[in-house]
């Protein structure tokens, strides 16, 4: 799982890196350069074995060792996904709606590298590929949390971590719409790559806790991704349409208070339902 999730974020830092300087050169050599990756990947997944035949069933052993931690999972499942909802909420208005308060900023010629008084002159050009530098910048922090957590176990059922990495996303979107730097963008979007990682990796390892149904729990996670994106890229160009470009990066804190919130009571909610089955066949041991 964690090859699969570093790939997938790679190629999403990498995307950006070369359709940035190639829609530069020509508008149409981005989406050229996908239909050929496209028709690569098809060819690839044909190659691919059955699951079921290639790694064989479960011993009823395994599953044992396993219980506890599989309930633990199960407890965290629901919190996970809001947690990966939230975070694509971030994603996608950073993606869909960023870009155009970037270019403005670049318009008005204030974009600066750090904090300088004075905006440098060639960084006011070309806004395209000044985001694709952002969009790298969250790639590939999305990415190195993958590599991180697909070879620890330290943060399993904690939900301090997503606290924490949430709380500081939430710091970051309310930057986004107030700064003009274009190294605190670069460290914000890296922020919000972050958080990606940390709950969709979260999300995704807890739904594969239960064989029977990690298949339909994976469908309904990337169901997850899918509304995260389309609130963050539709719901929220709405609201910057009608309160201001930079408005909807503003309220992002709230609306992240309200997704911790909810992470909370789910978890005190599953681990209550986790752990009743064992306390109610204490009596008859």
Not at 143 to 150: Q, T
Not at 163 to 172: D, F, G, K, N, R
Not at 252 to 275: T, Y
Request: hydrophobic fraction near 55%; include cysteine; charge should be positive.
């Amino acid at each position: 799982m964690s090859l699969l999730n570093i790939a997938w974020s790679v190629g999403g830092a990498v995307g950006p890196f070369l359709a940035g300087p190639l829609y530069v050169l020509d508008h149409r050599l981005p989406f050229a350069l996908i239909f050929v990756l496209c028709v690569a990947v098809t060819l690839i997944l044909r190659t691919i074995p059955d699951e079921r035949r290639y790694f064989g069933a479960a011993s009823p052993d395994i599953l044992q060792q396993r219980a506890a931690h599989d309930r633990a999972s199960e407890a965290f499942l629901l919190s996970a996904w809001c947690a990966t909802f939230g975070s694509h909420i971030c994603v996608g208005s950073t993606r869909a709606i960023f870009p155009k308060r970037l270019d403005d900023i670049i318009a008005a010629g204030q974009l600066r590298l750090l904090f300088e008084s004075e905006p440098v002159a060639s960084l006011n050009a070309a806004a395209a590929t000044r985001f694709s530098w952002l969009a790298v910048a969250l790639g590939l922090a999305t990415g190195a949390v993958f590599l991180v957590l697909g070879r620890h176990d330290w943060w399993h059922h904690r939900f301090s971590v997503l606290l924490v990495i949430q709380t500081l996303t939430a710091a970051a979107m309310w930057t986004l719409g107030r700064t003009h730097s274009l190294v605190v963008m670069g460290v914000c979007c890296a922020v919000i790559g972050a958080n990606l990682g940390v709950a969709f990796f979260s999300s995704g390892f807890y739904g594969m806790a239960n064989p029977l149904r990690k298949h339909s729990r994976a469908a309904i996670n990337e169901g997850v991704v899918g509304l995260g994106g389309l609130a963050g890229g539709i719901g929220f160009a709405f609201f910057a349409e009608y309160a201001g470009i930079g408005a909807p990066f503003r309220a992002m804190p709230l609306v992240m208070a309200l997704i911790v919130f909810a992470q909370f009571m789910l978890i005190r909610r599953g681990r209550a339902l986790s752990s009743a089955p064992s306390q109610n066949a204490a009596p008859h041991a």
